[in-house]
């Protein structure tokens, strides 16, 4: 019996873990990074590997662009700063194929 509890608690983090697929990144942010360059857009990095696996052109190749004309930049900005300051998983789902890797939405859950 200890070696199954011993089992799942070594195993269920791994389980758990993050990771992109072709139209999502479930994953802790490892940069925000906010410029003037690019109309104001706000990078994201997530801290998983995220370049050749979502199915667009990420910034750089190393980050997901949310744009400053985003109908709800500010709701965003704000999920991803509180996301970032806790330590928090985010899924940052993106527009496919789009050029800079266009962020379309987030979820905190």
């Known amino acids: 019996m200890k070696k199954i509890i011993l089992f ?3 195993t269920l983090p791994l ?3 993050a990771a992109c697929n ?3 990144c479930t994953s ?5 990074y906010i410029t003037s360059a690019f109309g104001g857009s706000v990078l994201i ?10 199915n667009c052109k990420l910034m750089e190749n190393v980050y997901i662009t949310l744009k400053k004309d985003h109908p709800v930049f500010e709701e965003i900005y ?3 700063l509180s996301a970032k300051v806790a330590d ?3 899924k940052l789902r993106i527009d496919e194929a789009s050029e800079g890797c266009n962020l379309r939405y987030v979820m905190l859950d």
């Open 78 to 80: 704000s999920t991803l």
């Open 88 to 90: 928090m998983l985010v």
């Open 22 to 24: 072709d139209k999502l």
């Open 8 to 10: 799942c608690l070594i």
């Open 15 to 17: 389980l758990s873990k």
């Open 28 to 32: 802790k942010i490892e940069r925000l």
């Open 45 to 54: 990095k997530p801290a998983d590997q995220a370049s050749g696996i979502l």
